[in-house]
């Protein structure tokens, strides 16, 4: 430990003030003042992040990242999406490059195997087509919001992206419901939950013996049902799989009920339209 401190104190020379990061002549340096007395210092770019003495006052530094030297990475974006991949053998490789670099806000550091690119862009939607290039490479990750979103949550984000279905715009216009042309699943989702529970709801509902508002919407009614059957399972359902689904153990039993669940479901919804 000593030992190695005072190899590292050898290797740092007060710099003159006219030296600027990485102009040095040899291996990329780092210009920084010590924090305490002010003294500049310069130290191999090899060694940023670590503690380093400062020879006139003792003081312990933390090397800086400095744009454009080795170690340096760049930090992620709060707001936005960002596409960042490192170097691959793909023959795509070439064109993503041109891809990224094409963006106003494109960062490349680090060589060799360490090569990384990061473009940044207003929206997911923006960056689906460079991510759609470099997705499959080990090295590719996409970000939204400084956080990374992975191949299910990319999917869950683009379902709410997908246009509303025929069925459902048909089920709208049957309601008389108004939206915009360009309205999408999701959103088409939650208008038919604010519309008033169907007839077929009702008497889903009675059978089952659930109570309900006179003016129970769409969606407050699904609920209602499925807090139902979650409680109490389906009139017609045999012990065997109420007792599987009570203490969890009957796997069969619970795909059973799961299979039910979603007939029911599918007879639901076309009984209400
Ligand atoms: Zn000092």
Known sequence: MTACRLMVLDGITPASDNTRAGQTEGAAVIDFRCAKCGELLSVPSSLVGEMEYCPSCLHLNRVPQVPGTAG???PMPREGAVVEFGKSS?????????MATARPICDT?????????RAVFDSLLDALDLWRFVARWKSSRLYVDGAEVSDIELKRRLWEYEPATERQREFADNLGLMYPAD???AQMSGLLD??????GQKAWADKLGVAYPA??????????IDEHIDLFGYPDE????AYSQ???QGKTGCLLVALMLAAVTVALVQWAS
Do not use: C
């Open 72 to 74: 340096f990475v760049p």
């Open 90 to 98: 793909s023959p795509r490789y070439r064109e993503a490059v041109q």
């Open 109 to 117: 550091w680090g060589e060799g195997k360490t090569l990384r690119h």
């Open 183 to 185: 309205i999408t699943k």
């Open 194 to 199: 604010q519309a008033p529970a169907s007839v």
């Open 215 to 224: 003016n129970a919407t769409r969606g407050q009614m699904s609920q209602l």
């Open 238 to 241: 045999d012990e065997d799989h």
């Open 246 to 248: 009570q203490t969890g």
